[in-house]
């Protein structure tokens, strides 16, 4: 199946990618000072082997922008082992190194190369002095628990970037016990300059590091609010091509498209259900924006709000009970959260002028939303129950936030030296980046599930 | 047109010419033949005139309508350089100024109910996209209730938000915030 996906995404890119040079480069703007740090050693590589890409270079980037690493730069490392064995624990335990990663590269065919990987605990081959044998009640036992994981994969050259993320995922979650999130992809909006650009409106999906930028849809009208349904296959997205906005929901991998609402008037903010036969959006066919629920299946709409304010942004709860919504009912807006059983809506931010797009965390305990406090638009979060909120960014004029499937990172857009560009900040607000592009306003970006 | 008024004449005449030259006796001959022609003649020269006037006529028509046409273009370019109406930030009322431009607007459109609009939204980027589209969508239903007040149809007018997306300012002046809170109306 995995190979089948690799198949049709290498031919889809070779469909859409014929203009995508542009890539996002990350710039981590704060909170590289908590990282914990680890050694990515530069893979070894065996002679008469012809490297297409690095794969060390992408997995220490990987660990550095998750904002929970920081990988040693090449001076900072004390050796370059090519096994465990080789490896000596005190220097890296005196380099603040809590683990290793060492590679061996080995090409054993034109287009097919062996990667064989071992992840070691630092502290606890300090312990054993990275013994693989020790004494135990008299016995001689083989021990290996400094080597936290060990394997090795045969892949193809252009596999290489894919099985570093994959190898960062392994990694990370070996070291924080969480599921790495490096393998996943972000869609977005980039308006280009309409002067040079006929279909300045663009709908792209990237790797989550802005990597292997492909360009979806074109269109000379605006494009928004495009989101992934839960099997990370198909987007929908609001486009505005007919002169009015209609929902469509486009396969990535086919690029087949289907035209989902045409309603008169608002048809937007389209959000699949975490089961992915619902999709939530806001219709004004009826004279003001409600949110409704439609049946994917049926196309049958189900009203859920009803109201002379503006209802909009609907975000689903994990387990799909729940949506949180803003609404205008009490004044300003602030989010609602609804139950889908019952009805019942109860006001759940009430700190600022206003708070606006609101979306659950993964594990469903928290939103994070977007908090108007002074005048300023920033990302803030808060307990779904508790009320407490915390803001997180300080940068300017900040929208659209969207978690990482592992919920330890928020992308969304913000305005840097008078452009719109995106950025990321950690659910703990500790690290920020930011991900500039090379030209043009970029929004709306939304973060793929695990793929 | 013209064709068809000359080809019933020739269907009136030609009937009779045929059954003329079948039951005349030589006597007769030039004298039935001449009376032919001319009955002949005189329903061509009927099926001419007619054509004639018809197509005078028409260019009068024509000419009128290329006059209210080319008026009618003139009023619209004279309302489209004042097509837009500005709001105050999170805001869907319409100010004296916008009142004033839309009054001009509404009294054309009254006059002519032929004549369809659409009424575009649009406002400032801070807030977020989704809520920009809904206030976007106000504001160009408070234009189109001030224009159905003012004995506009509500068949000329179709109302569409663009929210933040189409903004005519970049940057995050207050001068460019103010003039992307705005309505349009667009002649169709």
């Known amino acids: 199946m995995n190979k089948i996906n690799t198949i049709l995404l290498s031919l889809f890119f070779i469909c859409f990618s014929l203009e995508s040079h542009a890539t996002l480069e990350i710039y981590i703007t704060e909170g590289v000072n908590n990282a914990r740090p680890v050694g990515i050693v530069p893979f070894h590589v065996s002679p008469g082997t012809v490297l297409p890409s690095s794969i060390d270079e992408v997995v220490a980037a990987d660990l550095t922008r998750s904002g929970k690493f920081l ?13 465990d064995s080789e490896v000596d624990y005190s220097e890296w335990a005196a380099a603040g190194a809590e683990a290793v990663l060492i590679g061996h590269v080995q090409q054993q ?73 490096f393998l996943t992809q972000i869609a977005y909006i980039i308006v280009r300059d309409s002067e040079t650009e006929a279909k300045p409106f663009q709908l792209i999906v990237a790797d989550y590091d802005g990597k292997n930028e492909n360009i979806l849809l074109r269109s000379n009208e605006p494009l928004m609010s495009p989101s992934w349904s839960p099997d990370g296959r198909k987007l929908a997205y609001v486009s505005f091509e007919n002169k009015k906005p209609q929902i469509f929901i486009q396969d990535i991998y086919t690029g087949s498209r289907t035209m989902i609402t045409d309603f008169p008037g608002i048809n937007g903010a389209p959000t699949f259900s975490p089961d992915g036969n619902q999709l939530a959006m806001v219709l004004s066919k009826d004279g003001n924006p409600e949110i409704y629920v439609m049946n994917l299946a049926s196309k049958r709409l189900r009203q859920i709000t009803r109201n002379r304010a503006i209802d909009t942004e609907p975000s689903w709860s994990p387990d799909g009970k729940h949506l949180i919504f803003s609404s205008e009912r009490g004044g300003k807006p602030q989010i609602y959260r609804v139950n889908l059983a019952t009805g019942k809506t109860r006001r759940v931010t009430f700190e600022g002028d206003m708070n606006l797009g609101g979306t659950y965390t993964p594990d469903g305990t928290q939103m994070v939303m977007v908090n108007r406090t002074r005048g300023n638009y920033h990302i803030a979060k808060q307990g779904v129950d508790s009320g407490d909120m915390l803001v997180l960014t300080k940068t300017f004029l900040d929208e659209s936030p969207s978690l990482a499937p592992n919920g330890s990172m928020i992308i969304y857009s913000t305005l840097h030296e008078g452009r719109q560009v995106l950025s990321l900040v950690s659910l703990d607000g500790r690290f920020k980046a930011r991900l500039p592009v090379s030209e043009g306003q970029v929004k709306s970006p939304s973060w793929s599930p695990f793929l | 047109m013209q064709l068809k008024k000359v080809f019933k004449g020739f269907v009136i005449a030609l009937p009779l010419v045929t059954v003329m030259a079948c039951t005349t006796t030589d006597n007769g001959v030039d004298e039935a033949a001449a009376k032919e022609a001319a009955a002949a003649q005189a329903a061509a020269d009927q099926a001419a005139r007619e054509a004639e006037a018809e197509k005078a006529e028409i260019m009068a028509m024509q000419q009128r309508d290329k006059m209210a046409a080319e008026q009618r273009a003139k009023d619209i370019a004279t309302l489209e350089q004042d097509q837009v109406v500005y709001f105050d930030f999170d805001t869907s009322n319409l100010t004296s100024s916008a009142r004033a431009i839309l009054s001009k607007h509404a009294e054309f459109l009254a006059l002519n109910p032929d004549q369809s609009i659409v009424i575009e939204g649009h406002c400032d980027r801070r807030g977020t996209p989704e809520y920009n589209i809904a206030l976007g969508e106000r504001r160009a239903k408070s234009i189109q209730t001030y224009l159905l007040n003012a004995n506009v149809s509500s068949s000329q007018m179709s109302v569409v938000s663009y929210g933040e997306e189409k903004p005519v300012a970049n940057g995050t002046s207050q001068s460019a915030f103010a003039q992307n809170r705005r309505g349009v109306l667009v002649y169709q």
Do not use: C
Not at chain 1, 71 to 83: E, G, V
Not at chain 1, 159 to 178: C, M, N, P, W
């Open chain 1, 71 to 83: 990988a040693l730069s090449r001076q900072q490392m004390p050796q370059l082992p090519k096994s």
């Open chain 1, 109 to 181: 065919a034109a287009d097919e190369f062996k990667v064989s990987l071992q992840l070691l605990d630092v502290i606890r081959g300090q312990i054993t002095g990275g013994q693989t044998q020790m004494m135990s009640n008299g016995q001689m036992v083989t021990n290996r628990d400094h080597v936290l994981d060990e394997w090795s994969w045969v892949i193809s050259g252009d596999e290489f970037r894919q099985y570093a993320h994959r190898i960062s995922d392994i990694v990370y979650e070996k070291l924080t016990g969480e599921k790495g999130a």
